[in-house]
Every structure is written in C-alpha cells, then in structure tokens.
C-alpha cells in the first residue's frame, strides 16, 4: 500500500527531511533591481504533452503571483528543500505502465493558442550549407533501452551522465541505470508513483516536461518538472542529488511559478529550457495566460547553485522578457563570462542572451546574429503509421565550451524536414565585442528522408555530435547519430549512423526533443538519448559513440606514444594543482574534476589500453 505519511521531521538550515512522501512550500517575492527589455519575438504554440483533463477541476488554493509585471525587472523568492532518500522508496523499479496509454497532456493545460513564427523574408527553398561526407565520424559503443511507454505522450527525452550511472527523464517518470544498461531505480514523477519522485515536495497528479542534466562542475545530478492546475497553480520543482551517485540523497525544492504579467493577468510556465554554469541553475519557460488566455514572453528563473547543493533554503530570481519565446538554456564547459541563452529572432537571425551578475543584480543582455536564411517546417515527417509532428522549427537544445555555443533546430528543405545546426562563436560578449557565426550545417539523411529533434554537443577535443530521429514514407521512426571532427570543413558532418529503428510508425504530437551530452569521466565519449515506436508505444533508447579516443589527448587523431608522454608530461607539471592546468596544450585534468591527482593519471591509463 502507498505510504502517505508526512513525517515533518526538521534538520540543519530549517531543511525538512522527508523519508517518503512530504508536504510543499509556498513562495514569497519582492522586487529586485531592473534590467534591460529584449528584441521581439512573437509567442510560439505550447509544447506541453497531450493528454486527457486529469484532475483538473481539483479546487486547489491559489498562490500568490510573482509580480514580474514590468518585464526586465527582477523578482526574489524563497524556497526550502525537502531532503528524500531514494534507497527508502518501498518499490525501486516501479510499474510506469498504464492500462490507459497515449494520454496527450496538452488537454490538461490552460487554453493556448498558436501564433505563426516571425518570418524576415520568404525562402523558396533551405540555402544549402554544409554538407555530408562519405565516411561516418561516430564509432558505436553503448546501445541499450531506457524507458517505454507511459501512459503519455509525446515522452521529452532527456539524460545525465555522470561517472558510473545514467539518468533520464520521460512524462512522467524517471529511471537511473548502470552504464551498461542495467535498470536500477525507476518511479514517476507525480503522486501517481510509489511514491513519486517528486510527490515528497507536494507534487500532485500532473508534472510534465522534465529535463536533467549532471552538473560536471559540482558532480551532481540535476532534475527539473512543472506543474499546472486550473486557473490557480503553477510550479517548477528542482532536485539535486547530494553527490554523483543518483542513488540516495537528493535535495528537492517545489517553487511556485504562477507569474504576474500586468493587471489581474497571471501565466504558467511550459517548454523549459534547462542549463547551468559554476554559479547558477538556470530554467527558461514559455508564459501561458493562466487567469486568461494569452502570451506573456519568457521566464529566466536563477537558483544559485550554492544552497542548492547542501539542501538549504534558497532565495532566487525571476526575470520576464515579453519580446522573446522558447529560450534554451546552454550548459556550460569552461570559463564563461555569463550564463547563455538562445532562441530564434525570425528566419535569418539568432538571438543570444546572457545574464550579467545572475546571483545579485541579474540584468539581461541580448544580441542577435545572421544565419543562412531558411524556411520553417511547413508539413509533418511522413512514416507508415501517418505523419509525426516535426514541430515549428523552435531550438532545441544549447552548448557552450569554450566560447562556441552550439544549437539546432528543424528547418524545411526540398519538401522535408531537415536537422539544422549552428556554432556561434560568444567571443568576449556581453562584455565586448558581439557574437559571430562561425559554421552552420544540416543532418539530410538523404533522398526523401526526413531528419528531426536534433540535439547536439561538443566534447575537449572540439569534436561536435549530434542525434536526430529520422523517417519517410516507408521507414518508421528511427535514431541517428552523426559527428564531426574539429579538422573537418566548416559545416561539415560525417555520414548519418542509424543506431536503433522501431517495429511501427508513430502518428501526430510524438517526440519534441532528444537529447545528448557528454562523459564527465573523459570528457570525449558522447551519450544521446532518442526514441523510436513499437506496437506498444513509444520507446526511448541511450546510447554512446567516440568520435576522438579519449586518450588521444593531443588530438591528432593517431593514439600513440606521443599522448602517453604528452599526458605524462603534463600530469607531471599539474599533480596536486586546481584545474585548469595544462602543460604544451594537453589538460591534465583528464576526468574532468578539477582536481590534477593521481585519479587522473589511473583514468588515462586505463583509456590509453582500451585503445580506441
């Protein structure tokens, strides 16, 4: 039987430890300093999943709005942690399978409507950029499960990777498996579960559009969702584990989301984007009318990460910018200026964003870049089981390392849909200076095949990976990857690799977003989470493949003696010493955990014997 006992026990920092199902807290906000308004954008459909009414004429008291009525202008709320054990749930692998399926959740969402995206000039066909070479990037490693269908759709794939588990996160549940594929815990997101993941926060029957991350720079994992309810409720809770093993402790947090826009208006969040750096984790949503229909813009939501990582209470930010819409958020590798954000102007412009002093006065700085004009998505991905939704050609997903920021999203080209991607280098902006576009490519699998939800990252050796579903008339949904190296021709890409195919074709509203990132252990291997269709539904599969061996820590492509004496040498001058520090170009931090130390050393020994 499904405990729902809340035992309100009180810890250090006014932390509430809650052992399996716990109670929620409210915020409060007041006003911070102003920023500065955005370029305009107008607002795009909601990306919610589809669904049935669930529980939503459930009278739920209202709360009170965040007062972001002048947009720019700063709001400050507070939130305390409940601190959950996962090793204490009753059940570790819970049943997420429902004798209903294929609820699409968008029915338990507020009313939205669907403006056109902004269109700069009219493009009889996609410019062609870039190109496919002949031979693949990507060598396969890793091919296993994840998650199956719930009882909704579309799913949102997304994953983390830390040293020796992967996370991931569907509508509505959650799983943590070994990196050989082996499921080790698995729970639903809301009160549906057994209990819950974040049912010991206050969550109710209705989370939806989860992400996670691992934060590389503080080893943990990372997990966001949303709620709505009616006219009166909206929320984001956040978890994050208290070390790089998924299994144990996580600090979880239920904040409100209901936002002021201006009068009686108030909106709710939907679509987040999901990023961090060293100072912050940073959540962007679409503004939905709750009390009334209507678009408000987007959220920036700031927690400071340093309360976060030891379960104490935590006073964030909120920022509205009325003139832009479904913002991702990047996840930062190396040294960044700011946190950055992107999003599309029309369709022959970008727009970056980064926030200025995110924990104290966060101000929002914007720019915009040139791309190759191309047109929207104007039809659906055609398979044998119907038409998939290829979306409106929003981002998908942000990387940024070492001053490239690295993003795509679906274009239409010679009547299909294509994967596009771009590298915009941030140079010293916001400080000085302004973004520039580097490459810019497209993932075409070729003939009538169509390419969708792209996702992409880079790794330390600038090598940049991507995966993208792809489909036509007589091939169902399936996962591809593909990659470049850091010496191929700007926006260039090696030949698609197709990694898993399903059993049916898939019909309508079906997957919004992949996922990929990197290995913190070597910071080389690239891990990507996607999904196909069987006649069960839907079905998520992870998966890995090396692009540049990890060990090949000069980057010439040959593993040989000279990265062992250059790692050596290297290792040699840093051991003992913070990173980042390197000698003759080669980091000695090779597992990425800021520390130059004899663990470092082990890791690349061991790489260097696995070969490649």
Not at 450 to 474: E, Q, W
Not at 490 to 497: I, V
Request: hydrophobic residues 40%; negative net charge; proline residues 6%.
């Amino acid at each position: 039987m499904k405990s729902r006992a809340c035992l309100g026990l009180v810890g250090a920092a006014g932390v509430s430890l809650v052992l399996l199902a716990g109670c929620g807290q409210e915020n409060r906000s007041v006003q911070g300093p102003r920023t500065s308004s955005s370029m305009g954008a107008l607002a795009p459909v909601a990306a919610g999943p589809e669904g049935f009414r669930w529980n939503a004429e459930d009278p739920r008291p209202a709360l009170t709005p965040i007062d972001l009525s002048e947009p720019g202008r700063a709001a400050w709320s507070t939130g305390e942690a409940t601190i959950i054990d996962t090793r204490t749930f009753p059940v570790q692998i819970q049943d997420i399978r429902s004798d209903v399926v294929d609820m699409r959740m968008k029915n338990n969402l507020p009313p939205h409507q669907r403006p056109k995206m902004v269109t700069a000039v009219e493009v009889v066909d996609d410019v062609e950029i870039g190109s496919m070479l002949g031979d693949s990037r990507a060598s396969l490693d890793a091919l296993f499960p994840g998650m199956s269908q719930t009882p909704w759709t579309p799913p949102d794939v997304t994953l983390a990777v830390g040293p020796n588990h992967i996370v991931s996160t569907v509508n509505m549940a959650v799983a943590f498996h070994d990196k050989q594929g082996n499921l080790q815990f698995q729970a639903n997101l809301d009160s549906t579960g057994d209990p819950g993941f974040f049912e010991v926060v206050g969550a109710s029957t209705f989370t939806f559009d989860p992400k996670c991350f691992y934060d590389h720079l503080a080893q943990r994992y990372v997990i966001v969702a949303l709620e709505v309810y009616g006219s009166t409720q909206a929320w984001i809770c956040i978890a994050v584990s208290d070390d790089s093993n998924p299994h144990g402790v996580w600090y979880k947090y239920r904040t409100n989301a209901v936002i002021a826009g201006g009068g009686t208006q108030t909106y709710w969040v939907d679509y987040p984007g999901f990023g961090y750096d060293n100072n912050a984790y940073y959540v962007t949503g679409n503004l939905f009318g709750l009390s009334a229909s209507g678009f408000g813009g987007t959220l920036f939501r700031i927690y400071p990460k340093t309360p976060l990582l030891s379960g104490s209470p935590v006073t964030f930010a909120d920022i509205r910018d009325a003139g832009v819409a479904s913002v991702q958020v990047a996840q930062c590798f190396g040294s960044n200026i700011a946190p950055f954000f992107t999003s599309i102007v029309d369709n022959t412009n970008m727009r970056i964003q980064a926030i200025r002093n995110p924990l104290t006065a966060p101000t929002i700085s914007t720019a915009s870049v040139s791309v190759p004009p191309f047109s929207y998505p104007s039809g659906d991905a055609p398979n044998p089981g119907g038409l998939v939704d290829v979306l409106d050609g929003r981002i998908m997903n942000a990387h940024w390392r070492d001053g490239k920021l690295y993003f795509g999203h679906g274009v239409w080209s010679s009547g299909k849909a294509v994967a596009r991607w771009y590298q915009v280098n941030t140079n010293n902006w916001p400080n000085s200076g302004w973004p520039t576009i580097s490459q810019a490519g497209t993932l075409n699998l070729g003939g009538t095949m169509a390419s969708f939800f792209p996702a992409i990252g880079a790794n330390k050796h600038g090598d940049v990976g991507l995966v993208v579903a792809g489909c036509n008339s007589t091939t169902v949904p399936s996962v591809y990857v593909a990659a470049r190296r850091q010496t191929d021709a700007p926006g260039t890409l090696g030949a698609a690799t197709l990694v898993a195919t399903g059993t049916a074709g898939a019909n309508g509203r079906w997957g919004d977003y992949f996922d990929i990132t990197t290995d913190p252990n070597d910071d080389a291997t690239f891990w990507y989470i996607g999904q196909y269709q069987t006649s069960a539904g839907w079905q998520s599969v992870i998966g890995s493949f090396i692009v540049t061996c990890a060990a090949n820590v000069n980057g010439d492509l040959d593993l040989d003696v000279l990265d062992f004496l250059d790692f050596i040498n290297a290792f040699g001058s840093c051991e003992g010493q913070p990173a980042p520090c390197s000698a003759g170009g080669i980091s000695a931090d090779f597992n990425g955990d800021t520390i130059v130390d004899i663990l470092d050393l082990l890791d690349f020994l061991d790489a260097y014997g696995r070969g490649c």
